[in-house]
């Protein structure tokens, strides 16, 4: 199975901050990667499909890079409503496994 | 609108079964897979499996082989995930979901509401 690491496992940032979570993959994805926001008690949102490009409805603010083993998801000016959790997921071969998550806080 | 709309909640003793149902709307139900992912209380998002529900295939993870069955029905547009033998560690929110694009790994975008399955004697 491919192993997804993602770093770091909780952080804190305040209104406007640009942040940024990265996830490692155990083995080349190519560019086959996606990232998700859950907040509590919902189900997750697609933010970023094949590591960079924007789902619909997705403000600007959220980005996402990389290629290989090496990803980035990047909110360029953070808003409160951004307070989540946030996955990676590669889906290049089953089973499509999920980073551990990333606990993002608002100051 | 697309949506997935899924069963209610359940409560299961160890040893028995549990079907969960997930009905699609607003889409051909057939042209996208389905995908099936779990998450454990305060736990990450573990992948399940996906169906085709043109043609009934489907991909598991293996942890789940043994004990999981995900079948569909076209003519009402749902489709089911049965987990057998059901252990303590079984109890999570389980999610249907939907493929972004049809037959493509690009991540999923439409998912259904949670259902709590809680395995308890």
């Known amino acids: 199975d491919i192993q997804m690491t993602q770093s770091p496992s909780s952080l804190s940032a305040s209104v406007g901050d640009r942040v940024t979570i990265t996830c490692r993959a155990s083995q080349n994805i ?11 008690g919902k189900a997750p949102k697609l933010l970023i499909y094949a590591a960079s490009s924007l789902q619909s409805g997705v403000p600007s603010r959220f980005s996402g890079s990389g290629s290989g083993t090496d990803f980035t998801l990047t909110i360029s000016s953070l808003q409160p409503e951004d307070s989540a959790t946030y996955y990676c997921q590669q889906t290049y071969g089953t089973p499509y496994t999920f980073g551990q998550g990333t606990k993002l806080e608002i100051k | 609108q697309v949506h997935l709309m899924q069963s209610g909640a359940e409560v299961k003793k160890p040893g028995a079964s549990v079907r ?51 079948t569909r029905d076209t003519s009402i547009s749902t489709a089911y995930m049965e987990l057998n033998r059901l252990r303590s560690d079984d109890t999570a929110v389980y999610y249907c979901s939907r493929e972004l694009l049809s037959h493509l790994p690009y991540g999923m975008d439409v998912w259904g509401q949670g259902t709590t399955v809680t395995v308890s004697s």
């Open chain 1, 30 to 40: 190519n560019m086959i990667l996606n990232w998700y926001q859950q907040k509590p």
């Open chain 2, 20 to 70: 969960v149902s997930c009905k699609a709307a607003g889409y051909t139900f057939t042209g996208f897979y389905i995908h099936w992912v779990r998450q454990a209380p305060g736990q990450g998002l573990e992948w399940m499996g996906w169906i085709n529900p043109k043609s009934g295939g489907t991909n598991f993870a293996q942890k789940f082989q043994a004990r999981f069955t995900m």
